[in-house]
């Protein structure tokens, strides 16, 4: 069975991982508002909280392009060099970035061992989020 191609994508992104630190490569792909995809890929710093992950490099690139809500977001990350074995899940900090950006309908779809793939809502990986709303 072949990925979507948003899945693809994502493991093409993964390709351009820098992370001589952690030595885990993790690739990220947006579907957004202008219906384009927009990828990423976890890059590291010496100084190792100045990391960005995967899916804020590209949840921020379509950001960048005007987009105010993404629809779909596939991750894929394991060991630098090797296959992706397991499912990658957003760390909190991409979770509430996460948040910012969803739609309504969003979906996060994570490729696991033997080709499965699982779908997830914001409400499943985020309940009770802090938003907007929160600050009224
Ligand atoms: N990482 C991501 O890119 N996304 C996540 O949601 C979890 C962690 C990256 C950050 C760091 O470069 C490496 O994986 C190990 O934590």
Redesign the pocket.
């Known amino acids: 069975m072949e990925y979507p191609e948003i899945v693809r994508l994502a493991y093409s992104a993964r390709e351009k991982s820098y ?1 001589p ?2 030595g ?1 490569a ?1 690739g ?1 792909c947006v579907l957004a508002e202008d219906g384009k995809y927009y990828t990423g ?2 890059i ?1 710093n010496a100084a190792y909280g100045d ?1 960005v ?3 804020r490099t590209a949840i921020f690139c379509a950001v960048k392009e005007g987009n105010r809500k993404i629809s779909k977001l596939a ?1 894929v ?1 394991g060991k630098a060099g090797e296959e992706c074995k397991d499912f ?4 909190g900090s ?1 979770r509430q970035v996460i948040s910012e950006f969803a739609s309504e309908d969003f979906q996060l779809i994570l490729p696991g061992p033997d080709g499965e793939l699982k779908e997830f809502t914001l409400a499943e990986i985020l309940p009770h989020h802090f938003g907007e709303d929160s600050l009224k």
Do not use: R
């Open positions: 992370s630190y952690s885990f993790v990220a890929t976890n590291e990391t992950c995967a899916e991750i990350g990658c899940f957003p760390c991409c």
